[in-house]
């Protein structure tokens, strides 16, 4: 069922039970590649069907059920899948699953139990045509995607890695797509495949790569395409005599309205909500990398204070350790917890982005405001483990390592003996003074009486 055009191929149409695949006519020979493939898949639903599969097969694939192409395959299939058959809510999601020719795909539980690696992601109706890079070096394949949020070609994202996969030295390239009860349209705008060479490697060269037999049989081609261009060429000159330009070249006039001039309100609002979703994503995006490095922080920081209790724990009470096991324990279900949200960051890419959409209009300060106490609660668990950790630390360190208020230093004596009593008798010569001084005041006043 696949149709071919000239800038695409629409795999499958937007139609019930469609089966579709395009697949390359001679094996590749590379023993390390990778392919970047750009495609859309559009439906009216909110919920689309069945999904679209990259395929490195030893065999080219046949039509079947595994996403149009057949089973028992030999070799890997990345699949978009498109719809949660298993119930689970974890479609859409990219699913790696190899095969040696001998395992059935199980279809009913989206091959969970098959599964070598897989990610959620969605793929489906995106402003932007949807890309993925995926890479076999060294036997391992590893899988990155760029969900169409944006237009810059090379935002990926990691998706899937899979270790120690063995496919086969040679094989076929091959992307097909199906649809069910639901129906989405899946369409391929590149397919691009390049050969990984180890460092300090010759290259081979290109003639190397196509025989001989198919580089005359090309060569024959395109010389037959250009004498079908030259000869259409010379009968539209013919048929139009007076169409004015250089020889070889064609030139068309034509004519602007006013509509193609300027563009409308509604289509002004909607580049304009693109623009600012695009923006919001890429903030958000900076922010998942940010948290990531959190949280990886943090587990290494408590690997190495669970390490360091271990080694001293020997020299502790037992309550003493009882004490600190419990401590361990809430830390940890601290980290489970930030863990938690973090997860619920990602897989809320497209909730967020609708609340953010309504945060344009009118009435949306409810969303923004569950936005941003949600980020809140999550530097507050951090500040909470951050400080567990650091109570634990002090908690068992050594006595002798515990940190200790200095002496104060002795008193300096800056007066000596004889100067003291010197003060002392200059002290009562004045208060005898003093007091004659008063008693010759008083007998002076009693005169006057």
């Not at 940190?403 to 100067?419: A, G, N, R």
């Amino acid at each position: 069922d696949a149709i071919p055009s000239a800038d695409q191929i629409r795999i499958t149409t937007s139609l019930k039970s469609q089966r579709g695949s395009v697949w390359t006519k001679n094996k590749s020979v590379f023993e390390y590649w990778e392919v970047e493939v750009t495609f859309r898949v559009t439906g009216r639903g909110r919920i689309g069907a069945d999904g679209l599969a990259i395929w490195f097969t030893e065999e080219q694939g046949l039509e079947g059920p595994v996403f149009g192409a057949a089973d028992k395959w030999n070799g890997v299939g990345i699949f978009f899948d498109s719809f949660d058959n298993d119930g689970k809510k974890n479609n859409p999601g990219v699913i790696v699953v190899g095969n040696n020719g001998k395992l059935l795909y199980d279809h009913q539980n989206d091959g969970s139990t098959q599964a070598l690696a897989s990610c959620q992601r969605d793929f489906r109706n995106k402003p932007y045509p949807v890309r993925v890079k995926i890479t076999y070096y060294q036997k391992t394949l590893t899988v990155l995607i760029n969900n169409g949020f944006t237009p810059d070609k090379e935002d990926y994202e990691f998706c899937v890695k899979v270790e120690d996969m063995v496919l086969p030295s040679q094989g076929y390239f091959g992307i097909s797509a199906a649809t069910g009860g639901l129906a989405d349209d899946h369409d391929v705008l590149s397919f691009l495949t390049f050969q990984l060479t180890e460092p300090g490697k010759e290259l081979p060269t290109p003639d190397a790569e196509i025989p001989q037999k198919d580089k005359e049989k090309y060569q024959e081609e395109f010389e037959h395409f250009q004498q079908e261009l030259d000869k259409k060429k010379e009968e539209f000159q013919k048929e139009h005599p007076d169409v004015q330009g250089q020889p070889g070249k064609t030139t068309c006039a034509f004519s602007l309205s006013a509509d193609d001039l300027f563009e409308t309100v509604s289509d002004r609002e909607l580049r304009q909500i693109f623009e600012g979703q695009n923006r919001i994503h890429l903030e958000i995006k900076q922010l998942n990398r940010q948290l990531d490095m959190i949280l990886d922080e943090q587990r290494r920081y408590v690997s190495a204070v669970t390490d360091e209790i271990a080694k001293r724990g020997a020299g502790f009470p037992g309550q003493q350790g009882q004490v600190s096991q419990q401590e361990i324990e809430t830390v940890v279900k601290t980290q489970e917890e930030v863990v938690r949200q973090i997860n619920e960051i990602r897989n809320s890419m497209a909730d967020t982005l609708r609340l953010i959409s309504g945060a344009q209009h009118p009435g949306s300060a409810a969303g923004v405001y569950e936005t941003t106490q949600h980020f809140n609660d999550i530097k507050e668990h951090l500040h909470v483990v951050k400080r567990d950790i650091e109570h634990l630390v002090q908690r068992n360190m050594p006595s002798s390592e515990k940190s200790k208020c200095p002496d104060l230093p002795p008193f300096p004596s800056c007066l000596s003996t004889m100067h003291f009593f010197i003060f002392v008798a200059v002290q009562t010569v004045l208060f005898i003074g003093y007091i004659m001084y008063r008693s010759q005041q008083e007998a002076a006043a009693k005169k006057f009486f």
